[in-house]
């Protein structure tokens, strides 16, 4: 097509998109607001500063454009300076997870090529016992909340605080290209090894405007504000903690860093700093609400943002009760993550709590420029009637272009410029979204499709269930048979039967068939989670299949 492209003007400047300016939009506002994690706070001012201080210690330590820097840590003041001051020198931040096995974590980091890494004392055991397996690492800087840092025999540059406070406050962070890579972290599937994904500058920059305006410009869902207090409950290895941080710098918030997560520390810092905006997994919000500190809060202040994993009717109804406003998001590694988000009118976000419930647990609406179908296994859109299903399909300008040194994998998640999420979902006629399972997930039996997620949710409203978990198990007459793993709420006896009479209710109203209640129900003491604290329904099957 013949448009018409811009010819700039001699001397007009072409605006990259970079890192560095969400920073500096940040300080223009000369907040009063700090940035606080353990017995440290600071303001915006400062921040400024020790990311220059730390983009001068990357310098000296030999880091440069295209170099990668590792970084292994909890939730920290550090982790946040270091989403900046890496990318902002054209280098790349490989947020490590921390979660996964000592085995997949050098996988991950030889896989990067990582040249220096942040690491916290807390993962010195692990990272010394590989050293000798990571050829491209020249150096280590350690991370240390102690006064003390722990000894090691790690070769390394110093501990951060004190090279910080050695190195100058500013740094003339330069312009290059918006397509840059920023990012990059792994994501394990159901088979093989992590994947790596990445992001660049320029897709950081529009999912961060992007979520910033989904968080505070619509009436009904007012999440994230200036005067709105934000602290983490995802991981900062987990997705660019789902990109917040990067929201809550550009709009000056105070924000909280809890380090190690720890449900008490979590409730008490909501408490005391005045928190009132945080995201994180289902299980991590449920194991939040349950702990013995939120007992006797008042929790009334909390937005809480939910994803990564679909929340139950159960824990959502709990939040409910304990007036928490609760969102629910849709995302995945591959998507930086940002997709959908409840979306409530005016009118609906003024209905009683309890009536407001379905609307928030569901998947949400697309948000502005993300293109998002449900397509049929021909490619057709299936209709708009919340019952039709098929695989969920995206095109957004954040989305992994591949997977990093794997061709192969990246052409199997691309399809015809379409990203497949490998989700099933419906879609109602106002367009908003509900995912039904994994592809993998969906147990089938007998000719039919089972929602895993539908199962759990419907189970999770009996009283005596705190936690549960649907698999499919092979089974020679039917395919499959759904087995359910029950968690009973504290001292309380779970019954199968009485299970399998309470499912009997929704059996007559319609919602489900008579052969989606499992025969199997185990009460068990606890669910096995992935490394970002999902239900491991993988990990379920493996492990049922060997005690076949
Ligand atoms: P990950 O890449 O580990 O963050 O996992 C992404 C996957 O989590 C998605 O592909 C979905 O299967 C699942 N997921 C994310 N958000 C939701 C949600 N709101 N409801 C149901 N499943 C979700």
Redesign the pocket.
Known sequence: MNTRIIDPSAGAYQYPLLIKNLLLSGRRYGTDHEIVCGDRRYGYQSLNERIARLANVLADAGIGAGDTVAVLDWDSHRYLEAYFAVPMIGAVLHHVNIRLSADQIGYTMQHAEDKLVLVHDDFLPIVEALADQLPSVEGYLQLSDEAQAAGTSLNTFGEYEALLDAAASDYDFPDFDENSVATTFY?TGTTGNPKGVFFSHRQLVLHTLNMATTLAAYEGVPLLRSEDVYMPMTPMF??HAWGVPYVATMLGVKQVYPGRYEPNRLVRLYREEGVTFSHGVPTVLQMVLNCDEARDTDLGRWKLL??????TEGLVRQMAERGIRFY???????TC?LLSLTHLTPEQAALPTTEQIGLRMR?GLPIALVDLRVVDEEGRDVAADDVSVGEVVVRTPWLTQGYYKEPEKGAELWHGGWLR???VASVNSQGVLQ?RD?IKDVIKTGGEWISS?LLESLISQHPAVANVAVVGVPDERWDERPLALVVPAGGRDVDSEALKRHLMQYVESGEINKWAIPEQIRVVESIPVTS?G?INKKLIREQLAARH
Do not use: F
Not at 306 to 311: D, N, R
């Open positions: 994501t987990h997705v939910t994803g990564g994993a679909a929340p629910t998001g849709y995302g995945m590694s591959e993550p998947t999420t490998g989700d995912i994994r997620l970002v999902k």
